[in-house]
């Protein structure tokens, strides 16, 4: 960490920076990097599959097969629509709408909410 943030860079990525440390020192890995955004206004990328990492900066783009699926600012993760439409569910939700199954789409106002369909399920809910 020393050895990249002496010459108070504008671009610092970071590729798993915590990936080998305790609890406590990754800690201050995330305070560093934060540390660098605040003082020299270094824009920090960081690389990681620690959510909790990730959790510790400002804003967090979750890839999932090869595409950003959601978003996370200031702890609210908000789902990020495709150029085609599609929509990756955050992780704890897609377990209710598995691979290949199929959801009804109702406009209600301003939202839209999903429905499972149950294999046989037919006609309106």
């Known amino acids: 960490m020393a050895a990249a943030l002496v010459a108070s860079p504008r671009l610092l990525i970071a590729d798993e920076p915590t990936s080998q440390l305790d609890h406590a020192n990754a800690q201050r890995v995330v305070e560093l990097?934060?540390?660098?955004?605040?003082?020299?206004?270094?824009?920090?990328?960081?690389?990681?599959?620690?959510?909790?990492?990730?959790?510790?900066?400002?804003?967090?783009?979750?890839?999932?097969?090869?595409r950003i699926g959601a978003e996370a600012r200031r702890g609210e993760q908000v789902a990020v629509i495709g150029r085609d439409g599609t929509i990756q569910l955050p992780q704890e939700l897609a377990e209710t709408f598995p691979p290949g199954g199929r959801a009804r789409v109702v406009r209600r106002g301003d939202h839209i909410?999903?429905?499972?369909?149950?294999?046989g399920q037919e006609g309106p809910a």
Do not use: F, K, S
Request: zero cysteines; charged letters at 35%.
């Open 33 to 66: 990097l934060r540390d660098a955004r605040d003082r020299w206004g270094t824009t920090v990328v960081v690389v990681t599959h620690d959510a909790e990492v990730g959790d510790g900066m400002d804003r967090r783009l979750t890839m999932r097969d090869g």
């Open 113 to 119: 909410e999903l429905h499972p369909i149950a294999p």
